[in-house]
């Protein structure tokens, strides 16, 4: 009778899942009706415009940059915002990231060679839009993190740009001059050192700390006649990642370009605009592809059968001896050193060790971490084990049917989450030659990955195991930063990422443990979806 109702219960869950992804889906392809979208390069870059379908006449351009580790997919909803509301919208790839064929020059210690990389592509790209068929020759540009700090300066050096929008606004430079009509956006729950960027730019050049910080959010200074209008704006419950696809932010974003292109001629016959506030449908399809593991684990775990259920099989006297009552959860003592022990050793053993061998931009520190953090949790579990204090593993060989079900999954984690976030969020397509960087940085993730996963999914393991260690391993990388803040600063922008992928894998690991009988499964999965993604999204440099 079980049996029966889990498979009504599976089905009823998968019809809930098709139909939330097939919303989100819908809803994300439609943001791109009404509007030609053409890819092409300027050079060497990969550029993307998006143009209202069937426009005639002059309109003007937005340059939209992407920031660190980003790529031009992440600012899609601007750039259909924008098109949408009669804008022609350009987005690219800077060097080094998505699918750019030319890597960043040396290390983020040669700040002058990335900068003059960096700004030579937002150059390009502005003038490539100048000359694009329908532009009228004005140009607002919009970036994001590190690139609002590149479109700062661009339109510093270049007053001919109309607006420009800075969202999650960091600036680097020696002269604190706003330039023309400058909007800058964050996120209400980010940093305020980072909204103090912000602050100080739109308070003016002359403004005290005391100035900048009575900067009043949502009020505009100065005037678009002259280009001195100015404004600072925040994202109601917004991150770094999620500002981007808050509503507060494009429609601020287009109100301040229609302003400064002088309203009519901007938005032609718009009258109510069209907001591109994606992040509930981008959430709801991977929520929706998630939802899928746990029926479909129903079903793969049918062709498994032959092997012990899941606990049993995967640590069966573990399992057998806390069940009859003569073994307890681990001893808190033990617990405790064994996950805060690497947590906290990692970072302090690694300030001792290079970490410039791979030519990606602190890919390599994260290959080391994950690495040296898995080999120290592995360590201290074994320890345990060899004491006593932790009832051995008995894990049974896999049959065929676990072996091919274990399979399924890893496909289904793997590529249903992979092409859609390729399409709608950032790129995943791993171009010039960074397939061998995927298999390399799964030395350190699957380290990383089997440690974890064997500890956590432990029978001994306390309660709410699984997210403790995930939230220390998260607290380690904060760590690393704090002791190296000027080389792993950007580290901090990735964190919202890795945690929602925490969280994605760590309920898809726990469907393959259903399905399988094993951890294993869960674990490669969690780790290829890591190396996949560091070695495809982090900047490419040359050696």
């Not at 009778?1 to 919303?23: N, P």
């Not at 100015?230 to 981007?244: C, D, S, T």
Request: net charge positive; aromatic share 8%.
């Amino acid at each position: 009778m079980r049996g029966h109702m889990a498979i009504v219960g599976g089905m009823l869950l998968a019809l809930c899942a098709l139909m939330l992804a097939g919303q989100s889906l819908r809803t994300l392809e439609s943001a791109s009706q009404g509007i030609e979208v053409s890819r092409g390069h300027a050079d060497a870059i990969p550029v993307t415009v998006f143009r209202p379908a069937g426009s005639t006449g002059p309109r003007p351009v937005v340059v939209i940059a992407h920031g660190f580790a980003g790529s031009q997919q992440l600012m899609q909803a601007f750039a259909t915002t924008a098109a949408r509301n009669g804008l022609i919208a350009v987005t690219f790839d800077f060097p080094g990231h998505g699918r750019h064929p030319q890597p960043l020059p040396g290390s983020l210690q040669a700040h002058d060679a990335l900068l003059a990389s960096l700004l030579g592509a937002v150059d390009r790209v502005v003038a490539f839009a100048r000359t694009l068929p329908g532009a009228d020759g004005r140009v607002a540009l919009l970036g994001h993190s590190m690139a609002s700090d590149l479109v700062v300066r661009q339109a510093q050096a270049d007053p001919s740009i109309a607006a420009t929008i800075g969202v999650s606004l960091v600036y680097g430079g020696a002269r604190m001059v706003p330039p023309r009509n400058l909007l800058s956006i964050y996120g209400s729950i980010e940093p305020a050192m980072v909204q103090s960027f912000g602050r100080r730019l739109v308070a003016g050049p002359d403004a005290t700390d005391e100035a900048a910080a009575g900067v009043v959010p949502g009020q505009t200074y100065g005037r678009f006649e002259d280009g001195s209008a100015r404004r600072f704006v925040l994202a109601p419950g917004a991150e770094h990642i999620g500002v981007l696809y808050h509503a507060t932010s494009q429609r601020e974003a287009l109100d301040w370009m229609r302003q400064a292109f002088d309203g009519a001629a901007a938005s032609g016959t718009v009258e109510v605009p069209y907001i591109d506030a994606r992040g509930p449908a981008i959430a709801g399809l991977l929520a929706g592809v998630v939802l899928l593991a746990w029926p479909l684990s129903l079903l793969l775990g049918s062709v498994s059968r032959g092997d012990t259920p899941a606990r049993r099989g995967m640590y069966g006297r573990a399992a057998a001896a806390i069940d009859a009552g003569s073994t307890r959860t681990l001893a808190r003592r033990d617990w405790l050193w064994l996950t805060l022990g690497p947590a906290l050793a990692t970072p302090l053993l690694l300030r001792l060790v290079p970490s410039h061998f791979l030519p990606i931009l602190l890919g390599d520190y994260l290959l080391l971490h994950f690495g040296l953090y898995g080999l120290l949790t592995a360590g201290g579990t074994l320890w345990l084990l060899r004491s006593g204090r932790l009832e051995p593993l008995t894990v049974r060989p896999p049959s065929l049917g676990t072996l091919l079900a274990a399979l399924a999954m890893i496909g289904w984690a793997t590529l249903a989450i992979g092409i859609p976030v390729d399409r709608y969020v950032f790129n995943l397509w791993p171009a010039d030659g960074r397939g061998p960087l995927i298999l390399t940085l799964l030395a350190g993730t699957l380290a990383w990955a089997f440690a974890d996963e064997a500890l956590a999914r432990h029978p001994q393991a306390p309660r709410l195991a699984y997210p403790i260690t995930k939230a220390l391993f998260i607290g380690s990388l904060v760590l690393a930063v704090a002791l190296d803040l000027s080389r792993l600063f950007f580290l901090v922008i990735i964190i919202p990422a890795i945690l929602v992928m925490f969280i994605v894998y760590g309920l898809i690991s726990r469907c393959c443990l259903r399905a399988t009988g094993s951890p294993w499964p869960g674990a490669i999965a969690s780790a290829l979806a890591f190396a996949w993604g560091i070695a495809v999204t982090f900047p490419a440099i040359s050696r």
